[in-house]
């Protein structure tokens, strides 16, 4: 059965601080996909990134970037120089149906503080 | 669009009460979902539809009922609402399950906040 792991509870930074947040994944799928959600204060959640599991490419959007390592079955997520908005819970989830997303199987999260 | 919408945003309801929390999605997606968010816990998906008609169980469907009469609509019904029901509730809505779009995005709602005393 599939597994997310998010170790880290919570998280504080100083703004301007890089952070990284982990995410640990088990499954027996050689086909399956990851995301990760911001969850901010107002409560919504935000999609951020979903990647496949055939494309081992790091992705950088802005300030944001993700290293997704097959080896290590993580994908983590990491914030440079943070700010204050991005204070949230950060939410990793594993899918793998090949169908629809009935099977989600989401991270207890991380909450990140950043502190000015 | 106004993407996922949920009403209401905060509920207090003694046990045994029933209530139904509305979702709606105006971007015409197939899929949609309903999860719940317990503290410190990540979302747990309840029940699930893949198109008006058809709806079907999640990890964690007990004591709560569902229907699509619409593409837009997805209500969640607690017909006897009891403390272990005491969450955050998500709608979410994605447009198809064709293989070519696989691990389609969930696009979610605001939430609502539930608690049973």
């Known amino acids: 059965a599939q597994k997310v792991t998010q170790a880290q509870t919570e998280i504080s930074v100083v703004e301007k601080e890089d952070v990284t947040l982990d995410c640990v994944y088990e499954?027996?799928?050689?086909?399956?996909?990851l995301f990760w959600y911001k969850q901010p204060p107002s409560g919504e959640l935000v999609f951020l990134i979903r990647?496949?599991?055939?494309?081992?490419q790091n992705e950088i959007s802005g300030r944001y970037s993700w290293n997704f390592q097959k080896s290590t079955s993580s994908f983590n997520f990491t914030i440079t120089a943070s700010q204050v908005v991005d204070s949230a819970v950060y939410f990793c989830?594993?899918?793998?149906?090949?169908?629809?997303?009935?099977?989600?199987?989401f991270g207890a999260g991380t909450r990140l503080t950043v502190k000015p | 669009n106004a993407g996922v919408t949920q009403t209401p945003k905060f509920r207090i309801l003694k046990i045994g009460q029933s209530m139904t929390l509305q979702c709606t999605q105006d971007?015409?997606?197939?899929?949609m979902y309903w999860y719940r968010q317990d503290p410190g816990m990540g979302l747990k998906l309840i029940y699930y539809?893949?198109?008006?008609?058809?709806?079907d169980k999640g990890e964690v469907p007990n004591g709560y009922n569902v229907s699509r009469s619409t593409t837009e609509d997805f209500p969640l019904r607690l017909e006897l609402a009891a403390p272990s029901q005491t969450s955050v509730y998500f709608c979410?809505?994605?447009?198809?399950?064709?293989?070519?779009?696989?691990?389609?995005?969930?696009?979610f709602g605001p939430g609502t906040r539930l608690l049973v005393l």
């Open positions: 979410a809505s994605s447009y198809s399950g064709r293989r070519e779009t696989v691990g389609e995005t969930q696009y």
């Open positions: 499954t027996r799928d050689t086909t399956y996909y």
């Open positions: 990647r496949n599991s055939f494309d081992e």
């Open positions: 989830a594993l899918s793998e149906s090949l169908v629809n997303n009935n099977d989600m199987r």
């Open positions: 971007m015409n997606h197939n899929y």
């Open positions: 539809s893949v198109g008006a008609g058809i709806t």
